[in-house]
């Protein structure tokens, strides 16, 4: 065989070979990957005669769930443990999405999306997209701003960064204003900023989930309406979104995107963004067409306007099963008040920080105004990193998330309590973890020493 083909070859067969450790992963993920223990990384192999392979492992904690198979709980920021009901949305048999049974089930979501973000004005729309939350930011970056034109990103995190990033991609200029890690950029800073030039948009990551810090998204609407009323406001709620209030109308907000896997309880994949009229007139004055094919709201507004109105309409398949989990979800969401799930997670967060004082150690977010409500990042004790931990954890079945500030990541993990995970008092996911938490810290502190 010739040297190049069997190096490409040797190179394929890689994924198959069991032995051989994971490859470098080029973000800071890769210290909680290589931490994980094998069970969760494991690809369990599909062997027809004994069909249970796909389903037990004695070694791990059964969650409470009724019918999804035993497995450690999902306790990251995102994706979240899920609903029974949520999950089994998902084998909806086959059907057409141009078919009036699934155009009637996505009009409904669509209206349910505009319940979610407290949304009446019918200049406004939103959008359910196939994709991830990443998605949302190629809208706004290909569709509300043009190239040359000047973006202010508010920073708190990775996700600021990223967005900037996104933002520069399609030809924006992004400024970023940031503030010291775990910290947010103050009203005053914000207004300064804007008086001294003009911005066509604002990027805001409500909570910024490398650092578990949360904006003041109604104050910063407040700032910008005043000082520079055309300014487009735009957040990432992609960590906020069915967790933290969000008044949409009330707070004259422009654009909320956000992605299916987090609060909201679906499984990954769908991008949803709400867009005002504002933020549309913007997209329909533009000088130059969409920079983006897929994500050009030219493409989609019609047919999102079609599905809303009951008619069929297509410019790319949508992800069918996915519309089905999330129109699920969000009826479960909006069949209550949407102020009792935000004080749900209120209460559930305050319980993780108290626990975690208790512990003695700190947050990143170090001002009570300034804490997410649906995760909490927590710095490890002095001489501990994330693998000293996350083992543990995972071993009792609780699975957390390492450090993703590039600067700081080991020095800290991150615990989601997002959805049924605290919605669900049949549950006990926040309190075990916590318990879980007690006995790996003074665990992995006895065996270093400290
Ligand atoms: C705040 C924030 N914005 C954007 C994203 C990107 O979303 P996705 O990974 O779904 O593309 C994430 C992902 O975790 C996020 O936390």
């Known amino acids: 065989m010739p040297a190049r083909t069997s190096e490409r070859l040797s190179l394929i067969s890689r994924h198959f070979n069991e032995k051989l450790p994971l490859p470098q992963l080029n973000t800071p993920f890769s210290s909680?990957?290589?931490?994980?223990?094998?069970d969760d990384i494991d690809v369990?192999?599909?062997?027809?005669?004994s069909p249970s392979v796909l389903l037990q492992s004695s070694k791990q904690t059964p969650a409470t769930m009724s019918s999804q198979t035993p497995h450690s709980t999902l306790l990251i920021p995102g994706p979240i443990e899920f609903d029974d009901a949520v999950l089994q949305s998902m084998s909806h048999y086959a059907e057409s999405h141009v078919g009036p049974a699934?155009?009637?089930v996505f009009g409904e979501t669509l209206s349910l999306v505009r319940k979610l973000f407290q949304?009446?004005?019918?200049k406004a729309q939103p959008f359910v997209l196939s994709g991830s939350g990443t998605l949302g930011w190629d809208l706004v970056a290909s569709n509300l701003i043009e190239r040359g034109?000047?973006?202010?990103?508010?920073?708190?995190g990775y996700f600021g960064d990223s967005f900037a990033a996104c933002l520069e991609t399609y030809g924006a200029k992004a400024t970023q204003l940031k503030a010291p890690i775990g910290d947010r950029p103050s009203l005053p800073q914000i207004e300064q900023a804007l008086k001294e030039k003009p911005y066509k948009i604002v990027t805001i990551t409500h909570v910024d989930t490398s650092t578990g810090v949360l904006n003041d998204i109604k104050g910063i609407a407040e700032v910008v309406r005043r000082i520079s009323p055309e300014t487009l406001v735009v957040v990432d709620g992609v960590c906020s979104v069915g967790c933290e209030e969000i008044a949409f109308d009330a707070w004259d907000l422009d654009v909320v995107l956000t992605a299916s896997q987090k609060a909201i309880g679906c499984p990954p994949g769908l991008s949803i963004v709400m867009t005002s009229g504002r933020a549309i007139d913007r997209f329909k004055s533009r000088k130059t067409p969409p920079s983006s094919y897929y994500a050009s709201m030219a493409n989609w507004l019609p047919i999102m306007q079609n599905y809303e109105n009951q008619k069929a309409s297509y410019f790319a398949t949508p992800a069918t099963q996915l519309v089905h989990a999330l129109h699920t979800t969000l009826k479960q969401i909006t069949a209550r008040p949407l102020s009792e799930r935000v004080a749900?997670?209120?209460?559930?967060?305050?319980?993780?920080?108290?626990?975690?004082?208790?512990?003695?150690l700190s947050q990143l977010a170090s001002k009570p105004e300034n804490q997410a409500h649906g995760m909490t990042a927590i710095y490890l004790p002095e001489g501990l990193t994330p693998p000293d931990v996350l083992p543990g954890l995972a071993k009792r079945g609780v699975i957390f998330a390492g450090g993703l500030h590039k600067e700081i990541a080991s020095r800290y993990i991150r615990f989601g309590?997002?959805?049924?995970?605290?919605?669900?008092?049949?549950?006990?996911d926040i309190d075990n973890a916590i318990a879980s938490?007690?006995?790996?810290?003074?665990?992995?502190?006895?065996a270093k020493g400290l």
């Open 344 to 360: 749900i997670h209120a209460h559930a967060s305050d319980k993780v920080k108290a626990a975690v004082a208790e512990l003695g």
């Open 149 to 156: 034109e000047d973006a202010l990103v508010i920073h708190t």
């Open 44 to 49: 369990q192999v599909y062997k027809p005669s």
């Open 437 to 446: 938490l007690k006995e790996v810290v003074v665990e992995a502190k006895k």
């Open 119 to 122: 949304n009446i004005d019918p």
């Open 417 to 428: 309590h997002m959805g049924v995970s605290v919605t669900d008092p049949a549950r006990k």
């Open 102 to 104: 699934f155009v009637k």
């Open 32 to 38: 909680e990957r290589n931490t994980l223990p094998p």
